[in-house]
DNA sequence: GCTTTCTAGGTACGCCGTACGTAGAGGCGT
DNA sequence: ACGCCTCTACGTACGGCGTACCTAGAAAGC
């Protein structure tokens, strides 16, 4: 009777996290994960996401291309990699200060440097939310700040969707929402361009005014970033049927 | 002196609405931007956007690949034909109502119906925010909604990235942040084992208990997305100064 | 020591985006 | 009316991609 040579386990994990990283057999592996998401995220901040091919950073590592597929089963596992490598500069106070919103604006500020520092890492967690080890020291980490909030554990965690998204969203728009070798400067003259002519034809009356006034009060980033994360916190922290209307 | 013919004009424009669908000149186009663009809204809603290809939609149009570049000099640019063709799908009426919160939600609530017919567009929004004719349609009518409410225009158009971002976001979210061909069940289940699996170790006391009560309610995504969205509203609709603290 | 299970890596297939060149159609200036 | 000149259509070809499949050989377990 077979039974105790554990269940089938039916098919493979697709979650890479789940697939352990060494079964101890065979012959020692030159590289690890850890290793390899380095060089992977190296090359995508320094070339971009495009830049990162499973051919390529075989050849960062001096080894063969399929060798990788050892270490990487497909190329959405090695973003899965990166993704939570970078999570790792996330550094967490060993108690949250009891102050909620500072911590979350703290978080949220983390949050936005790292996306700053891997522009790339804003496309990839949008695409592919994967959570791994560090994903899950994040998610802990913010619990813990939202301890004191009386909410239960569910509309908790719908906040912090909605805090990532906003901090994510930002840093995207803030890249211009540019491609890869694309130039920035160039799409935002464009796009302006495109908008006064078509603000001409007069079809857009309150784009117009928008527009014309717009001009003035060239806000920085930061200040955007700022306002706009006072609003996403206290959207939060409201009591969930707080709203009188609707 | 070439004066007259127009000063060189630069370099032609990266951006595709800068670019005359037609000049008048030579033989009539066999297809047009729309046409190629329907065609690509109809394979990306079929087959996934990994089934859109530059091959594949001249070859659904009846056409030679190359002939494609006449219509869309670059791939990326069939994006952003797709995403204006989708936008295409609002429905606005004659007037706002007058009531700025309700009309903002009727507006959320389109933009996430669109989203669900068409998934891949919101993986492609979050990537390429590019402005089409329809896309300046909705912020014209956003704008509309917005003028009773007196902030400066940059604020309601940083309310409106706010509200679009968490509308994307939760799209994108629904859909279970899957590529194209893969399972969801599956991936759901897996990061529920996961994360099961990662609780256990006792690394994440709060997880721990967030994951244990979470079972107890299993509340709808729409529920889940009203809710979000009364506090995305509440956050849009604060004047930028007002909270306390911080 | 034998077996079993792992790792390394080469080869090859079928896709992809797209640069480039040719042929011909049709509007425009004269 | 005619010729020019621009535009469209599209075949060919290049370099790159992800990865299925296969062969060797190294090391851990019995």
């Known amino acids: 009777m077979p039974s105790s040579k ?3 386990a039916a098919t493979t994990p697709e979650l890479i996290w789940l697939r352990p990283e060494r079964t101890g057999r065979g012959p020692r592996p030159a590289h690890s994960r850890a290793s390899i998401a380095a060089v992977a995220v190296a090359l995508a901040d320094a070339e971009g996401l495009g830049a990162v091919s499973m051919r390529r950073i075989a050849a960062e590592l001096g080894a063969g291309t399929m060798s990788l597929y050892n270490y990487v089963p497909k190329k ?3 973003f899965d990699l990166m993704l939570d490598a970078v999570s790792g500069e996330y550094r ?3 108690q949250p200060s009891g ?3 500072s911590d979350l604006r703290e978080l949220a500020h983390q949050q936005l440097a790292i996306l700053r520092r891997h522009p790339w890492a804003a496309t990839v967690v949008v695409t592919r939310p994967s959570l791994g080890p560090n994903g ?3 998610a802990e980490y913010y619990l813990a700040v939202m301890a004191p909030v009386p ?3 569910g509309t908790k965690l719908e906040a912090m969707s909605l805090l990532n998204g906003f901090v994510v969203q930002f840093a995207e728009w803030e890249r211009g929402g540019v491609s890869p070798g694309q130039d920035r400067e160039q799409g935002q003259r464009e796009l302006i361009e495109y908008m006064t002519q078509a603000v001409l034809t007069g079809q857009y009356p309150h784009l117009a005014t928008a527009l014309a006034s717009a001009g003035g009060n060239p806000s920085t ?3 955007v970033f700022e306002r706009s ?3 996403i916190l206290t959207a939060m922290l409201t009591p969930p049927d707080q709203p009188a209307t609707t």
Do not use: A
């Open 6 to 8: 554990t269940p089938p």
């Open 76 to 78: 959405e596992h090695l």
């Open 92 to 94: 967490f106070p060993d």
């Open 99 to 101: 102050d909620v919103r």
């Open 136 to 138: 899950l020291r994040f």
């Open 151 to 153: 909410f239960d554990s």
């Open 221 to 223: 980033p930061d200040s």
């Open 229 to 231: 994360l006072g609003r």
